[in-house]
């Protein structure tokens, strides 16, 4: 789950491992009570800074996501599947707006963004 | 700290500890060996200068011990660029206490085994009763020996190498100096031989090295 | 102390020439520093200066509170230190080495070191002198790890060690920092490495410290710019300009720092088309800023 961390993109790795944990609630992979790893266990997987690590748990468990058990942990939290579906949601909002930044930077207006969209989407379907 | 200095110094020399002790412990045998069946009726005189030799040789034996230990110390720090040595919570004083003092103590050996030498040695022996044999006290020679030795090589090798050259010219430029102001000026002679003689015979700090060394004496 | 590692005003000379001259460092406690620089440019020299293994020409060091190097014996007894190449003693075994450190540290966790050792995969009976380069790696890891320092100093401690290795020894490094509360200074070339890791700069060149800040500000304030032409008017840019460069046609690049966002609008009002605005990695924006400084001095001569 935590693989491909990328420490040169413009992403800051805490976002990118917080984004991680987001996708996999939101695609069920992830459900109420499953264990996160711990901050040392993954800080020294990953071979970042445990900094990072309590960054990105931290910024989980504000948006409500995770819960950070003293002693014990970090877990999933209890998520409806309406909080699933609008986690869904948020995670694709997400993904939008680094696509709408990236494109902004390229200088290509949203409208041509639009359009390549669905031609890209068409493509998919056939 | 000091045991793990003693055992880390007992693994860096034990070969050549175990080398000096073995010919500190065979020479006075060899030598008496070598010397006796030539003697025939041996005469007291020639006891005595059968005993010298012997005491040569041990003193030889105990400087060469105590020099090829500082040596050995120092060229394992050395060969390692001191790095690890200056990286231990220990101040520089006290590091190389614990180095000289465990060094000195591992030295210890080859002074027992010219004493256990000697003694087997001079019990082949038929003393006469004007004769004595005195291995103890060459067993004690040659460990300060050693140590005087070690001291010297230690303290050469662990002062910052400007000061060590300062100090070396220095002393040849002293004793230099005295020797040509004897010939000079000859009324310095008797005061200069004096300060000489202090120096190189007991009680002075090298006497140890110009005395007396002889298993057997009267 | 809020610092673990406090240098200022800092000269050594290394023969005639001044290796490290006037240097101001300060390593914040709980940190991991990253100490990035070219060959030569005197990092090991500094390390060694704050360990109290040289002595300084001139300048203060003080390191967990003590005065380097007058109290450097006491500071040693908190800190773990990884140097460039293999310092122990070759005739030693694995587990003769590790009882000789251990004598020497107070803080010194048995357990702990068994563990590594077990981890790492190194056997009590072999002998330092014929470890592999890997090996030697992971027991000088060991070492620093067990004694439970309050500051670790790494000077290159990956360097020369296969992936493999090099992972073992950052896990295990990265592990205790998780758990302990400790300040740490890596000094490496190995830039991606330290992109991941650290979390303050300080960047070396030419015995001096030319920049110095937490991770997250360097990088992010350092960007590539795409531009149509040059300005039309130059009223004072927001931003600081590293370099200025031609790029294709009548396009000029210009390396940046200090940006913001929002800084978009002085090239709308100067009349000028921004194209576009490059993210560099570490490596680029270290890179960059040595250019940099390395110009400004050339100028300044």
Request: some cysteine.
């Amino acid at each position: 789950m935590f693989n491909h961390i990328d420490p040169r993109s413009p992403t800051p790795i805490y976002a990118q491992i917080a984004a991680r944990v987001r996708m996999a609630v939101a695609s069920g992979d992830l459900t109420t009570g499953d264990a996160l790893p711990s901050v040392r266990a993954l800080a020294g997987t990953l071979r970042v800074n445990p900094a990072t690590v309590v960054q990105a748990y931290r910024d989980l468990e504000r948006d409500g996501v995770v819960e950070m058990r003293q002693g014990s942990g970090t877990f999933i939290a209890t998520l409806s599947p309406e909080a699933r579906g609008q986690t869904r949601e948020q995670e694709a909002r997400r993904l939008v707006r680094d696509l709408l930044e990236q494109a902004a930077r390229l200088a290509i207006c949203p409208a041509d963004l639009r359009h390549a969209i669905d031609a890209e989407l068409g493509a998919l379907r056939s | 700290m000091l045991t793990q200095t003693l055992y880390v110094q007992w693994k860096w020399n034990r070969d050549f500890l175990a080398f000096y002790t073995v010919v500190a412990f065979a020479a006075p045998l060899v030598i008496l060996w070598v010397a006796l069946p030539h003697l025939g009726l041996t005469s007291a005189r020639e006891l005595v200068s059968v005993g010298e030799a012997v005491g040569t040789a041990t003193e030889v034996i105990a400087v060469l011990a105590g020099l090829t230990v500082a040596w050995q110390g120092y060229g394992v720090d050395e060969r390692v660029g001191h790095i690890y040595a200056l990286s231990l919570p220990v101040t520089r004083g006290r590091a190389l206490a614990m180095r000289a003092g465990t060094a000195s103590l591992t030295l210890a050996l080859p002074a027992v085994g010219v004493w256990i030498g000697a003694m087997v040695a001079a019990a082949q022996v038929q003393l006469p009763p004007s004769l004595h044999s005195y291995a103890g006290s060459l067993a004690s020679k040659a460990l300060l020996a050693a140590w005087l030795a070690h001291a010297c090589m230690f303290a050469l090798c662990y002062s910052a190498r400007r000061r060590a050259k300062v100090v070396l010219v220095l002393l040849i430029i002293g004793v230099s100096t005295l020797a040509v102001a004897t010939v000079v000026a000859p009324s310095s002679r008797p005061a200069i031989t004096r300060a000489g003689d202090f120096l190189i015979s007991n009680p002075g700090p090298f006497g140890v090295l110009f005395g007396r060394w002889t298993l057997i004496d009267v | 102390m809020t610092h673990a590692i406090s240098i200022d005003g800092l000269a050594y000379r290394a023969g005639r020439h001044f290796a490290i001259r006037d240097l101001r460092m300060h390593v914040p406690n709980g940190s991991v520093y990253g100490f990035l620089g070219p060959n030569g440019s005197g990092k090991t020299t500094t390390i060694r200066l704050l360990l109290g293994m040289l002595p300084p020409a001139d300048g203060t060091i003080a390191v967990l509170g003590h005065d380097v190097p007058r109290g450097a014996h006491q500071a040693l007894a908190r800190i773990g230190y990884v140097p460039e190449r293999l310092h122990l003693y070759p005739m030693l075994t694995i587990e003769e080495t590790m009882r000789h450190h251990a004598s020497f540290y107070p803080r010194w966790d048995r357990a702990e070191a068994e563990r590594l050792r077990r981890a790492f995969e190194l056997r009590a009976e072999q002998r330092v002198g014929r470890l592999s380069k890997g090996e030697a790696g992971k027991l000088m890891m060991l070492l620093a790890l067990a004694v439970r320092p309050e500051l670790l100093v790494l000077d290159e401690p990956t360097d020369g060690l296969d992936p493999v290795v090099r992972r073992d020894v950052l896990s295990a490094l990265l592990e205790y920092v998780s758990t302990h509360s400790a300040t740490v200074l890596i000094s490496s070339h190995l830039v991606h490495e330290q992109e991941r890791v650290c979390d303050w700069i300080g960047v070396m060149d030419g015995g001096r410290l030319v920049a110095e800040m937490p991770m997250h500000a360097f990088r992010s304030g350092i960007k590539r710019l795409r531009i149509a032409g040059p300005p039309v008017h130059a009223s004072p840019a927001p931003f600081g300009i590293l370099a200025r460069r031609a790029g294709a046609g009548r396009e000029e690049e210009w390396v940046v720092r200090d940006w913001r966002d929002d800084m978009t609008s002085w090239f709308a009002s100067s009349d000028t088309a921004l194209r576009e605005v490059v993210d560099l990695d570490l490596e680029e924006s270290f890179v960059e800023t040595l250019r940099a400084a390395r110009d400004a001095s050339g100028r300044a001569a």
